[in-house]
Every structure is written in structure tokens, then in C-alpha cells.
């Protein structure tokens, strides 16, 4: 049972790096500067990482809006599966990231934020807030698919543009 309980915690760890590394690709793609992402890094893991381990993630996105109209100008969603497979594998598939992610446009002046989606009983984590997604049906939806698979959980990856 150790090794299991091992796999599910490089799993959590694994996965919880990947969604910031898939944001960045994003917000820097779109021409916007990754610095407030990196201040804010230590609270968006420690969230992330709390909230996998306990299986209460169900999606992490990161919303692209104009500051002055609060309007979506696209928004990165990962949809979190978690499974129980006996293979250890931790694979991102960062070059299909990057082939989308370059082609969701350029957005100077905008800002961004990255917002969670919790499963009941979810605990509370310092630094984080609740929220509400904001509005994207004036955008289509482009499925992605798998982009970062491990034995513990599985991430699929959705981009509105």
C-alpha cells in the first residue's frame, strides 16, 4: 500500500505543477506578462496541491479578461479526472499545450486570474476566495483532450476564443 499511497502523492505534486506550467504558457502566449503569476504561485499551489491530494479539484482555469469591460477574452479550462491506475506514468503533452495556446490570439491591456471549481467539502485554503467564472458564451469552445496524465489523475484541457 506505501507505493500506492507514494504514486497518488507524486501524482498530486506532478499535476498540481503542470496547470501552473500550462498557465504560464498561456499567459505568455497571449502577450501579457507573467509576473503577477509568479507572485501569486505560492497560494495558487498550495491550493491546487491541497485540493488534488484530497480528490476535491474538479477543473483550474485561467481566465484572460479586458480590465476595462470585465469581458472574457478567452479562458483555459483543465478538467480534472482522477483514476486509479497501477503504472506510475507522469506525461504532459506540452507541445499540443503550446500549438493551442499560440493560437488563442494576443490580448495587450488585458489581465488574467485563475479560478478553481471545488467538489462539496472542499476545505478552505489562505489566500484564495470564492468567485464566479466569468461569462464566455460570446466565445467557442475548442477541445483540446488529454494533456497531462498520470496514474492518479488525468487532465483534459478546453480553450474558449
Known amino acids: 500500500m506505501r507505493t500506492n ?3 497518488a ?5 506532478y499535476t498540481a505543477n503542470e ?9 505568455s502566449d497571449v502577450g501579457l506578462d507573467v509576473t503577477e503569476l509568479a ?5 495558487v499551489e498550495k491550493g491546487l496541491r491541497t485540493w ?5 479539484l474538479e ?14 477574452r478567452c479562458r483555459t479550462d483543465l478538467n480534472i479526472v482522477y483514476v486509479a ?25 488585458c489581465s488574467y486570474r485563475v479560478v478553481v471549481s471545488l467538489a462539496d467539502g472542499a476545505p478552505d485554503v489562505q489566500g ?4 464566479m467564472l466569468g461569462n464566455v458564451e460570446h466565445l467557442a469552445r475548442r477541445d483540446v483532450g488529454d494533456v497531462i496524465d498520470t496514474a492518479a489523475i488525468q487532465t483534459r484541457m478546453f480553450v474558449w476564443s
Open 59 to 72: 477543473a483550474a482555469y485561467l481566465e484572460i479578461f479586458d480590465v476595462a469591460s470585465n469581458t472574457v
Open 85 to 109: 491506475e497501477i503504472d506510475e506514468k507522469f506525461r504532459t503533452d506540452i507541445d499540443r499545450v503550446k500549438a493551442v495556446t499560440g493560437s488563442l490570439g494576443s490580448y495587450p491591456g
Open 39 to 43: 507572485e501569486i504561485q505560492p497560494v
Open 19 to 27: 496547470i501552473v506550467r500550462i498557465f504560464y504558457e498561456a499567459v
Open 52 to 56: 488534488l491530494a484530497m480528490r476535491k
Open 128 to 131: 484564495w476566495h470564492t468567485t
Open 9 to 13: 502523492t507524486r501524482a498530486t505534486v
Open 5 to 7: 499511497v507514494n504514486v
